[in-house]
């Protein structure tokens, strides 16, 4: 059913919904728009609708190949909407989620795009705050690029800031997705331009290997691997992509490539990753104690678990109470508290995520456990074995000895008699 946004625009037809809000396709004077149209509570924050027209002038003036262009912004009674540039494809998230991962050079080119764009946006003093692949679109009517990569532009700028008001957020509370926030912002520290880096390296991660390096479990286990975790390195991709990741996921913020250092870098090794197929790993396991404390115990005699204590899917928990299933289960666009320092300091056992050859059983899974029940089985056979041939060793030694004993060896060894 379609419903006019403003006195300008008309939405047609729901694109996708998120937590910050619903996007429209939408008709404008000028064609077809997207209509972001935030939720209801958010427009009736006054606050917040007085920020919304504060970031104006910088949302209006981004205009880069890579960045999606805001159009207008709308404050019209209960609707609170940016009006965007229509993109003809589908976000990154859909893509991963269908190939599960991507081929480095694709990869590699996608990313490239984002941080041209994101060099833009830092040069005009915006900080995106919420890169993630949700907010990154594929233009699939562009041409293509290096490994089949259709051109990508990011979009959702200042939707974080303008719901990360003082009132909302205080000292205490941080916005964001859990899977690709910058370790300042875990420790309270205001957002700069390196947390659109930190946060763009966990994409350029999660892309090629199907999962993101300090992502799963729960979102406090989440924010503390950012502090405390050093990422694993991934199998199998050149030693000079890697680099270049573990510099811009640097715990310090000023580590970091700018976005436009990051962009040129991923276009020379563009070259040295054509060709390459998707990564062959599997993804790791983190500490899920509070979903699997029960599993052995809820695990029939054939050794597979109930369906009742059968893992989750890794990734991030949705922190929007009452979320659905079908909505991504990383945008978030809510608050958390900001973990103290002694949670910080004392969290990090066990939650290193180190990913596991293509094929291997993930730990505390039924296989892993009938693997481990196997193992001990042939071992525990191969010692009865051994026990038994040692025992038959004695027996043999000690019979040849009794065989080869003399007449007079027997008579001596008799008892005397009395």
Not at 102 to 119: F, H, K, Q, S, T
Not at 239 to 253: F, S
Not at 382 to 402: E, K, P
Request: with cysteine; glycine share 10%.
């Amino acid at each position: 059913m379609a419903r006019k946004i403003g006195s300008r625009y008309t939405a047609n037809q729901i694109l996708g919904r998120g937590s910050a809000g619903t996007v429209w396709l939408g008709e404008g004077p000028e064609g077809p728009v997207a209509v972001k149209l935030l939720r209801e509570d958010l427009a009736s924050d006054q606050e917040l609708v007085g920020r919304f027209v504060q970031e104006r002038t910088a949302l209006l003036g981004l205009d880069h190949p890579h960045v999606v262009s805001v159009r207008d912004l709308v404050v019209d009674g209960n609707d609170l909407a940016l009006v965007m540039d229509l993109v003809r494809g589908t976000d990154l998230r859909t893509r991963l989620d269908r190939e599960k991962r991507l081929a480095p050079e694709a990869a590699a080119a996608i990313v490239a795009d984002v941080a041209d764009g994101l060099a833009a946006a830092h040069a005009a003093g915006v900080v995106h705050r919420d890169v993630k692949p949700e907010n990154i679109l594929l233009d699939m009517q562009g041409p293509l690029g290096p490994g089949g990569a259709h051109p990508a532009l990011l979009t959702d700028f200042g939707v974080a800031k303008l719901i990360d008001s003082p009132r909302r957020t205080r000292a205490t509370k941080i916005i964001g997705t859990p899977d690709y926030l910058a370790p300042e912002i875990v420790e309270g520290l205001p957002p700069r331009a390196s947390v659109d880096i930190y946060a763009l390296a966990t994409v350029l991660y999660e892309l090629l290997a199907g999962f993101t390096p300090f992502g799963g479990g729960h979102p406090g286990a989440v924010l503390r691997r950012h502090v405390t975790e050093t990422v694993v390195p991934l199998p199998g991709i050149p030693d000079e992509l890697w680099q270049l990741i573990v510099q811009c996921l640097a715990k310090a913020p000023a580590s970091r490539l700018r976005a436009s250092e990051l962009g040129t870098r991923l276009r020379e090794l563009l070259p040295l990753l054509a060709g390459m197929p998707p990564l062959d790993v599997d993804e790791p396991d983190a500490e899920q104690e509070d979903e699997q404390g029960g599993e052995d115990a809820a695990a029939d005699s054939s050794g597979e678990p109930a369906p009742s204590a059968r893992p989750v899917r890794r990734g991030a928990v949705p922190l929007v109470p009452g979320a659905k299933p079908a909505d991504s289960n990383r945008d978030t666009h809510t608050s958390m508290r900001v973990p103290g320092p002694d949670e910080l300091a004392g969290g990090a056992r066990g939650t290193a995520r180190v990913p596991r050859p293509a094929g291997a059983p993930r730990p505390g899974s039924a296989r892993h456990r009938a693997t481990t029940r196997r193992r001990r089985l042939v071992v525990g056979v191969a010692g009865l074995v051994l026990v038994a041939a040692a025992g038959a060793g004695i027996w043999a030694v000690t019979s040849g000895d009794d065989a080869g004993a003399s007449p007079q060896d027997t008579k001596n060894s008799a008892p005397a008699s009395p």
